[in-house]
């Protein structure tokens, strides 16, 4: 229930001052063409940040505890390989042609063996178990890429994940298995290839970009993928043809307990290259709840640049950062004139995003601000565009909002009254059906403060084809009008937020 005591003036007037003319003038530079396209970990990005706290230095924001100049800095990084020798009896293997070194999992050092274990396509599981009555504890376990099938379907998993390779997350899951049973590393064959070309052994020598905080959960087991042409090595003749000719067709293995004597060598050394990159977040005070938090986040990170091209992304998610932008300075004006809010307001914009969230996820794992006392994030990824595959036709004056049934049950009135009463939006609710395809819950940054349980909102226009993650998505395309309304509803909404007298109830579990 919204309380009369206490309640600085009436917010209109300042909900007024967020005008397209200032969010097209913060736009042109967020999503100009000298923020390189804000790539996590170049100097796009960083430009971006130092422009960032420059603003809300100049709105007169305190620096959050923590940060450097307003920027909470986290590590990210890759590693590339330094050497790679693999002996197989003996015989030298090429490194790039006959195999690949799985460089997101390995870490230094060496291993020998003198025992193979083959085991099929290493699933282990309810419904099918390669590993059935095989011991492999401290030897080195062999097994094919992908998932067999009966009657044309993959009838384990049904959906191929025991074939997914991808991380961060941990592990992938054969990976996992095989690390759980005490294997001390694992060779994938795989089937479709005879040997690595070259594209593979350049990319192969590379993993992908992570967050450092997700390092330690991926490594933790050498992993080798061997081409195919030359996995007969470990197999012998007769058992790898026939296997190799099923393997290849995904069908059923004979995979019967087979082990087999040999020496194996594996020697390997990896660099880590680290860069640093940041969040950046101010706040204003609060009065007489300045404990407790309202959080108004958006991700400033985007693509950056390929193949010489520009990924400006104007909407994605420049709309966001510039609507946060907004708001801080509205909020401090209100401030200045004795207006300020009953809770601390938080103002983050953070990076990572594209790449997976990092910059939120690094924030909800070092929390800046008490996450209990937090009671809400307003998160905003794309508010400047009208979605073209809207279907209706009553109005395009909508946004969607998303997470207004979980977490808590309070956050659908407050949103609602402050549109009414402001701004005249129709709230599409759309994707927060569980039968949406798009997961869109999970695909923003609020994601990371819900599963903190803390109660989320998420502002979206929907622009999922388009110019999405295109070089298009630029300031041109956006529709002022629209954008102004909605970053108004944000700004009307992050008051009540603010000021009224209970933080949000957490009253209804995420999942
Ligand atoms: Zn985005």
């Given at each position: 229930?919204?309380?009369?005591?206490?309640?600085?003036?009436?917010?209109?007037?300042?909900?007024?001052?967020?005008?397209?003319?200032?969010?097209?003038?913060?736009?042109?530079?967020?999503?100009?063409?000298?923020?390189?396209?804000?790539?996590?970990?170049?100097?796009?990005?960083?430009?971006?940040?130092?422009?960032?706290?420059?603003?809300?230095?100049?709105?007169?924001?305190?620096?959050?505890?923590?940060?450097?100049?307003?920027?909470?800095?986290?590590?990210?990084?890759?590693?590339?390989?330094?050497?790679?020798?693999?002996?197989?009896?003996?015989?030298?293997?090429?490194?790039?042609?006959?195999?690949?070194?799985?460089?997101?999992?390995?870490?230094?050092?060496?291993?020998?063996?003198?025992?193979?274990?083959?085991?099929?396509?290493?699933?282990?599981?309810?419904?099918?178990?390669?590993?059935?009555?095989?011991?492999?504890?401290?030897?080195?376990?062999?097994?094919?890429?992908?998932?067999?099938?009966?009657?044309?379907?993959?009838?384990?998993?049904?959906?191929?994940?025991?074939?997914?390779?991808?991380?961060?997350?941990?592990?992938?899951?054969?990976?996992?298995?095989?690390?759980?049973?005490?294997?001390?590393?694992?060779?994938?064959?795989?089937?479709?290839?005879?040997?690595?070309?070259?594209?593979?052994?350049?990319?192969?020598?590379?993993?992908?970009?992570?967050?450092?905080?997700?390092?330690?959960?991926?490594?933790?087991?050498?992993?080798?993928?061997?081409?195919?042409?030359?996995?007969?090595?470990?197999?012998?003749?007769?058992?790898?043809?026939?296997?190799?000719?099923?393997?290849?067709?995904?069908?059923?293995?004979?995979?019967?307990?087979?082990?087999?004597?040999?020496?194996?060598?594996?020697?390997?050394?990896?660099?880590?290259?680290?860069?640093?990159?940041?969040?950046?977040?101010?706040?204003?005070?609060?009065?007489?709840?300045?404990?407790?938090?309202?959080?108004?986040?958006?991700?400033?990170?985007?693509?950056?640049?390929?193949?010489?091209?520009?990924?400006?992304?104007?909407?994605?998610?420049?709309?966001?950062?510039?609507?946060?932008?907004?708001?801080?300075?509205?909020?401090?004006?209100?401030?200045?004139?004795?207006?300020?809010?009953?809770?601390?307001?938080?103002?983050?914009?953070?990076?990572?995003?594209?790449?997976?969230?990092?910059?939120?996820?690094?924030?909800?794992?070092?929390?800046?601000?008490?996450?209990?006392?937090?009671?809400?994030?307003?998160?905003?990824?794309?508010?400047?565009?009208?979605?073209?595959?809207?279907?209706?036709?009553?109005?395009?004056?909508?946004?969607?909002?998303?997470?207004?049934?979980?977490?808590?049950?309070?956050?659908?009135?407050?949103?609602?009254?402050?549109?009414?009463?402001?701004?005249?939006?129709?709230?599409?609710?759309?994707?927060?059906?569980?039968?949406?395809?798009?997961?869109?819950?999970?695909?923003?940054?609020?994601?990371?403060?819900?599963?903190?349980?803390?109660?989320?909102?998420?502002?979206?226009?929907?622009?999922?084809?388009?110019?999405?993650?295109?070089?298009?998505?630029?300031?041109?395309?956006?529709?002022?009008?629209?954008y102004e309304k909605r970053a108004r509803m944000i700004f009307y909404t992050a008051w009540q937020m603010a000021n009224r007298d209970d933080?949000?109830?957490?009253?209804?579990?995420?999942?």
């Open positions: 229930m919204l309380s009369v005591f206490a309640q600085p003036a009436a917010p209109d007037k300042y909900g007024a001052a967020i005008t397209k003319e200032d969010l097209k003038k913060q736009l042109s530079i967020i999503a100009g063409a000298e923020m390189e396209g804000r790539e996590t970990g170049t100097e796009g990005q960083r430009k971006a940040a130092a422009y960032i706290a420059g603003q809300f230095k100049a709105f007169g924001l305190t620096p959050a505890p923590g940060t450097d100049n307003y920027q909470q800095y986290y590590a990210i990084g890759y590693d590339t390989v330094l050497r790679s020798q693999l002996l197989v009896d003996n015989k030298s293997l090429i490194a790039g042609k006959d195999y690949l070194d799985d460089v997101g999992m390995n870490t230094d050092g060496s291993l020998s063996a003198k025992e193979i274990v083959f085991v099929g396509y290493g699933i282990g599981d309810d419904k099918y178990d390669d590993y059935a009555g095989k011991d492999v504890k401290g030897k080195l376990v062999v097994f094919f890429g992908g998932e067999p099938k009966q009657d044309g379907a993959y009838f384990i998993s049904g959906t191929k994940s025991y074939s997914v390779w991808t991380y961060p997350g941990g592990l992938p899951q054969k990976a996992a298995l095989a690390k759980q049973k005490g294997a001390v590393g694992i060779i994938v064959i795989n089937a479709n290839l005879d040997s690595i070309s070259a594209n593979q052994a350049r990319s192969g020598k590379k993993s992908s970009t992570r967050l450092i905080a997700d390092v330690s959960a991926n490594e933790g087991i050498n992993a080798i993928t061997i081409a195919g042409g030359s996995a007969k090595l470990l197999l012998g003749d007769d058992f790898f043809t026939t296997t190799l000719a099923k393997a290849r067709k995904n069908e059923l293995l004979n995979a019967t307990a087979f082990s087999k004597k040999i020496k194996i060598k594996y020697d390997y050394a990896e660099q880590k290259i680290t860069t640093n990159c940041s969040n950046v977040a101010g706040y204003i005070e609060g009065s007489d709840k300045k404990d407790e938090y309202v959080i108004l986040t958006g991700h400033y990170d985007h693509l950056g640049i390929h193949n010489g091209q520009i990924y400006y992304g104007a909407d994605d998610d420049g709309s966001g950062t510039c609507a946060v932008l907004e708001m801080a300075q509205t909020f401090a004006k209100a401030k200045a004139e004795g207006n300020g809010p009953r809770r601390t307001i938080v103002f983050m914009t953070v990076s990572g995003e594209e790449k997976g969230l990092w910059g939120s996820e690094h924030y909800s794992n070092h929390p800046l601000f008490p996450l209990d006392k937090t009671s809400v994030d307003l998160n905003t990824d794309m508010i400047g565009r009208i979605d073209t595959e809207r279907k209706t036709e009553d109005s395009l004056n909508y946004v969607y909002v998303i997470g207004h049934d979980k977490l808590s049950s309070e956050l659908v009135g407050i949103n609602e009254a402050a549109n009414n009463k402001y701004t005249g939006l129709v709230l599409d609710y759309k994707y927060d059906d569980p039968k949406d395809p798009n997961r869109i819950y999970y695909r923003s940054d609020h994601y990371n403060f819900a599963r903190k349980g803390i109660p989320i909102l998420f502002f979206y226009d929907g622009m999922l084809q388009a110019d999405y993650h295109k070089p298009t998505d630029t300031v041109d395309k956006i529709y002022w009008d629209i933080m949000l109830k957490r009253d209804i579990p995420l999942n």
